[in-house]
């Protein structure tokens, strides 16, 4: 199935309306997964042409649905303060692995407002299986990662097998638990 270029856009300023950061807007929107849609969120130009504001994911507002993860402000303080860690960690390991929690919120919230859109607009394709959204996760490794390898000068391996030496991010979100009860 082949999306046209201005209902993804049409869809993604839908989306931001609703307070979903660029980012969020962009992958719910249905571009697809491709190189494209890695230089799609990452160009400020891109970003700009298509919701018309220049720090379009810089914001005060944090994102419905990623909790601000993906969000230019919390990006740069999760680089720095991994670097710093990585740095002090005394590892003379030249790779790493990396593992990324987030709060379940993030999945329910993404998968409410695939709900509220399909109802909203009964097309299948909000959500369906012909759209292979990135997840969160996958983005923020995206975005993230390759910034921290600059930092430290170490290189992120996803083989556990080759480092010993890993790691761990966990996001936390202090109304995790009233979202679930709100199932």
Same mark, same amino acid.
Request: glycine share 4%; with cysteine.
């Given at each position: 199935?082949? %999306?046209?270029?201005?209902?993804?856009?049409?869809?993604?300023?839908? @989306?931001?309306? +609703?307070?979903? !950061?660029?980012?969020?807007?962009?992958?719910?929107?249905?571009?697809?997964?491709?190189?494209?849609?890695?230089?799609?969120?990452?160009?400020?130009?891109?970003?700009?042409? *298509?919701? #018309?504001?220049?720090?379009?994911?810089?914001?005060?507002?944090? !994102?419905?649905? !990623?909790? #601000? *993860? +993906?969000?230019?402000?919390?990006?740069?303080?999760?680089?720095?303060? *991994?670097?710093?860690?990585? =740095?002090?960690?005394?590892?003379?390991?030249?790779?790493?692995?990396?593992?990324?929690?987030?709060?379940?919120?993030?999945? +329910?919230?993404?998968?409410?407002?695939?709900? %509220? @859109?399909?109802?909203?607009?009964?097309?299948?394709?909000?959500? #369906?299986?012909?759209?292979? =959204?990135?997840?969160?996760?996958?983005?923020?490794?995206?975005?993230? @990662?390759? =910034?921290?390898?600059?930092?430290?000068?170490?290189?992120?391996?996803?083989?556990?097998?080759?480092?010993?030496?890993?790691?761990?991010?966990? %996001?936390?979100?202090?109304?995790?638990?009233?979202? !679930?009860?709100? +199932?």
């Amino acid at each position: 199935m082949s %999306f046209e270029v201005s209902n993804i856009i049409q869809k993604a300023k839908f @989306l931001r309306s +609703l307070g979903c !950061c660029s980012v969020c807007s962009l992958r719910l929107s249905g571009i697809p997964n491709n190189d494209n849609f890695h230089s799609a969120i990452t160009n400020s130009d891109t970003i700009k042409n *298509i919701f #018309g504001d220049s720090e379009s994911n810089q914001t005060s507002e944090i !994102c419905i649905i !990623c909790l #601000g *993860i +993906l969000q230019n402000e919390i990006q740069n303080s999760s680089v720095e303060k *991994i670097s710093r860690e990585i =740095k002090l960690s005394g590892f003379d390991s030249e790779v790493f692995t990396c593992t990324l929690n987030i709060p379940i919120s993030v999945k +329910l919230r993404e998968k409410s407002i695939s709900t %509220f @859109l399909n109802q909203k607009t009964k097309e299948s394709h909000w959500n #369906g299986p012909n759209i292979n =959204k990135y997840s969160v996760k996958e983005i923020w490794k995206m975005l993230i @990662l390759p =910034k921290v390898e600059e930092m430290t000068s170490k290189r992120q391996t996803t083989s556990l097998a080759s480092s010993p030496f890993s790691v761990n991010i966990f %996001f936390s979100y202090s109304n995790d638990e009233i979202d !679930c009860e709100n +199932l």
